[in-house]
């Protein structure tokens, strides 16, 4: 049997089918889920009991390529689609001992964002919730091979997940399924660059699942500028939405503001920001950027700078974190590989 006639893991009603035809224990099934999306056991391992092993794979991507920083614990993961396209995982290994996975929802990103290398693809392709958990899949069977535990999931690799709401929401069931990952709805967060109507959906639905706001300037012109979907999603849309989603979750939302020198980075834009969230109940990471070659205008706020800003912040009682960036050996030109590859590959693919 070759792995294409082979039934995904993630496919549930063929599973149950082939419970039924082959008069499987439902036990069976659910030994195999949990020694693979719980414990994150090797394949070989976790279908080494299973009766009907050589009917199932276990993943719907191939690794491409995976990069290891040399000066931290973060590693990229390339992935290739059963359509030859290429997308990106992001393993953060924190000091403090807790990881992270940072996944990819999409091939490209038509939010056209100017700071995002994956925006500069010039396609936009969904991926199928299958995609979305095998990425979880493959990254916690490599920190559980090294005695390590997966503790959070973020959407905040490639795409805006709101524009593949369906399948995101679909993932985001089995993370959080008891029969399949049992993820704490807690331990995930969507990041979005602010698709409000998507954003109230998934309040609504998911209310303990994080979210957050890649939010970048209070001033309209200047969001604009950076991110062009902000034409569409003006910031006093933008304010409403946040202060409705306080309302249905009870509690903080993230707000993502990445330092960019000259643009959106002085004391007055600190203040701005910190009249701006009066009412909203929000955390504001500060993001040092991470220049990508399509965007030679745009470079990175400097520490001392950003520190600066975060202190206008907290005078005002803004709960905020300035954050480090991770991998910078094998993220700084995050994207770049990908893009370049993808962009021959949808060219190919339309011949």
Same mark, same amino acid.
């Given at each position: 049997? $070759?792995?294409?006639?082979?039934?995904?893991?993630?496919?549930?009603?063929? %599973?149950?089918?082939?419970?039924?035809?082959?008069?499987?224990?439902?036990?069976?099934?659910?030994?195999?889920?949990?020694?693979?999306?719980?414990?994150?056991?090797?394949?070989?391992i976790a279908l080494s009991e299973f009766?009907?092993?050589?009917?199932?794979?276990?993943?719907?991507?191939?690794?491409?390529?995976?990069?290891?920083?040399? %000066?931290?614990?973060?590693?990229?993961?390339?992935?290739?689609?059963?359509?030859?396209?290429?997308?990106?995982?992001?393993? /953060?290994? *924190?000091?403090?001992?807790?990881?992270?996975?940072?996944?990819?929802?999409?091939? =490209?990103?038509?939010?056209?964002?100017?700071?995002?290398a994956t925006g500069k693809m010039g396609?936009?392709?969904?991926?199928?919730?299958?995609?979305?958990?095998?990425?979880?899949?493959?990254?916690?069977?490599?920190?559980?091979?090294?005695?390590?535990?997966?503790?959070?999931?973020? +959407?905040?690799?490639?795409?805006?997940? +709101?524009?593949?709401?369906?399948?995101?929401?679909?993932?985001?069931?089995?993370? $959080?399924?008891?029969?399949? +990952?049992?993820?704490?709805?807690?331990?995930?967060?969507?990041?979005?660059?602010?698709? !409000?109507?998507?954003?109230?959906?998934?309040?609504?639905?998911?209310? /303990?699942?994080? /979210?957050?706001?890649?939010?970048?300037?209070?001033?309209?012109?200047?969001?604009?500028?950076? *991110?062009?979907?902000?034409?569409?999603?003006?910031?006093?849309?933008?304010?409403?939405?946040?202060?409705?989603?306080?309302?249905?979750?009870?509690?903080?939302?993230?707000?993502?503001?990445?330092?960019?020198? =000259?643009?959106?980075?002085?004391?007055?834009?600190?203040?701005? /920001?910190?009249?701006?969230? !009066?009412?909203?109940?929000?955390?504001?990471?500060?993001?040092?950027?991470?220049?990508?070659?399509?965007?030679?205008?745009?470079?990175?706020?400097?520490?001392?700078? *950003?520190?600066?800003?975060?202190?206008?912040?907290?005078?005002?009682?803004?709960? $905020?974190?300035?954050?480090?960036?991770? =991998?910078?050996?094998?993220?700084?030109?995050?994207?770049?590989?990908?893009?370049?590859?993808?962009?021959?590959?949808?060219?190919?693919?339309?011949?």
């Amino acid at each position: 049997m $070759t792995v294409s006639d082979r039934i995904s893991l993630f496919d549930a009603q063929a %599973i149950e089918q082939l419970r039924k035809t082959l008069r499987l224990d439902p036990q069976q099934i659910r030994v195999l889920r949990n020694k693979l999306l719980k414990r994150f056991l090797a394949d070989e391992i976790a279908l080494s009991e299973f009766p009907a092993a050589d009917q199932i794979h276990c993943h719907t991507l191939n690794v491409f390529r995976r990069c290891d920083s040399e %000066i931290d614990g973060a590693s990229k993961l390339l992935f290739q689609t059963s359509a030859g396209m290429l997308i990106e995982s992001v393993i /953060l290994r *924190i000091a403090t001992g807790r990881t992270t996975l940072c996944v990819s929802s999409q091939v =490209g990103c038509a939010a056209a964002c100017d700071f995002c290398a994956t925006g500069k693809m010039g396609i936009a392709q969904d991926l199928s919730a299958a995609e979305i958990l095998d990425q979880v899949l493959q990254a916690g069977q490599i920190l559980a091979a090294e005695d390590r535990r997966l503790q959070n999931v973020v +959407f905040m690799g490639m795409g805006e997940p +709101f524009h593949n709401e369906t399948n995101l929401h679909e993932a985001i069931e089995a993370l $959080t399924a008891t029969h399949l +990952f049992d993820r704490s709805p807690g331990s995930i967060l969507v990041s979005t660059v602010g698709v !409000v109507d998507a954003m109230l959906r998934c309040a609504e639905r998911f209310p /303990l699942v994080n /979210l957050a706001l890649s939010l970048h300037s209070v001033d309209q012109q200047t969001r604009e500028q950076i *991110i062009p979907l902000a034409k569409k999603y003006p910031l006093h849309q933008l304010r409403s939405t946040l202060q409705e989603v306080n309302r249905i979750q009870q509690r903080e939302t993230m707000i993502e503001y990445l330092m960019l020198a =000259g643009v959106n980075d002085s004391l007055d834009d600190a203040r701005q /920001l910190s009249e701006w969230l !009066v009412g909203i109940d929000a955390h504001v990471n500060l993001i040092p950027y991470n220049a990508i070659d399509d965007s030679p205008h745009l470079s990175g706020t400097v520490r001392d700078e *950003i520190t600066a800003f975060a202190d206008v912040l907290k005078a005002t009682g803004q709960k $905020t974190t300035v954050r480090y960036s991770l =991998g910078s050996d094998i993220a700084a030109a995050c994207g770049q590989l990908v893009k370049k590859e993808n962009r021959q590959r949808a060219i190919d693919a339309h011949r």
